[in-house]
């Protein structure tokens, strides 16, 4: 049975935060020195500044990459890619959908977005990665309840109030995603016929990300890096058993 990690003690999140903000610091007051040459660089730093940005903006921007662009969509890849090379059947046919997709990827080339978005299996991969282990479990996504209070299933929640959720049990619900949903099984996104039924699931899962005005911007790329990187994963390396995970 899986167990939830830990919540993140403050202390440790305070200090990923203060290191964050050094090294956008550091990186955009480089950037913006005046012997600095903008032709040197060629991402997505570069483009902000081109675009105008001031260098409180740039290094506002440097600071959500280093913590919601990198950390978490990482955490997510190698979640993912643990349960599905500790699940030879699903490695199996995973290995199988891409070698029908995508049968001459060159060493040189990924596979376009377009292409793992139309791998239906891979992408119940990744739904299922993203529900089994969500990244950032540990935190409970607070948020204040607004002006004039709110109340939900009776209970009375004044104004300011700090609402969280747990995200790890409410990826197990088992009215939501069935009576095995502490297990590792992306095929229950290819059961679930009824669209009433899938939609819910997906909506579940896509909470991983927030919502509304405080949804992560960078959901999209994360999702496309990981599908991206599954692709990889099944296509180039070797078979990996039981006795070689450790």
Not at 68 to 86: C, E, N, Q
Not at 189 to 205: N, P, Q, S, T, Y
Request: aromatic share 6%.
């Amino acid at each position: 049975m899986s167990h939830p990690p830990p919540p993140l003690p403050f202390p440790l999140s305070q200090m990923i935060l203060m290191d964050g903000n050094s090294i956008a610091r550091q990186i955009t007051t480089t950037r913006f020195a005046p012997d600095s040459n903008a032709n040197d660089y060629a991402d997505m730093l570069a483009s902000f500044i081109a675009h105008g940005l001031t260098q409180d903006e740039a290094e506002a921007e440097v600071m959500i990459a280093i913590v919601a662009g990198t950390d978490s969509a990482a955490s997510l890849m190698r979640s993912t890619i643990l349960f599905v090379l500790s699940h030879p059947r699903v490695l199996a046919r995973l290995r199988a959908e891409v070698a029908s997709t995508v049968p001459t990827l060159r060493l040189d080339e990924v596979v376009p977005d377009a292409k793992a978005r139309g791998m239906v299996y891979l992408q119940a991969v990744v739904k299922e990665g993203m529900r089994i282990y969500p990244p950032g479990a540990g935190a409970l996504m607070m948020r204040d309840v607004g002006r004039g209070g709110d109340v939900h299933k009776g209970v009375v929640l004044p104004a300011g109030t700090s609402v969280g959720v747990n995200v790890w049990s409410m990826m197990r619900r088992k009215d939501v995603f069935g009576e095995d949903a502490d297990v590792f099984r992306p095929e229950r996104w290819l059961e679930a016929g009824d669209k009433l039924k899938r939609e819910r699931m997906e909506g579940v899962v896509e909470l991983t990300f927030g919502y509304g005005q405080w949804g992560c911007l960078g959901r999209n790329i994360a999702v496309m890096e990981v599908g991206k990187v599954l692709v990889e994963v099944s296509a180039r390396c070797a078979t990996v058993g039981h006795g070689d995970l450790g």
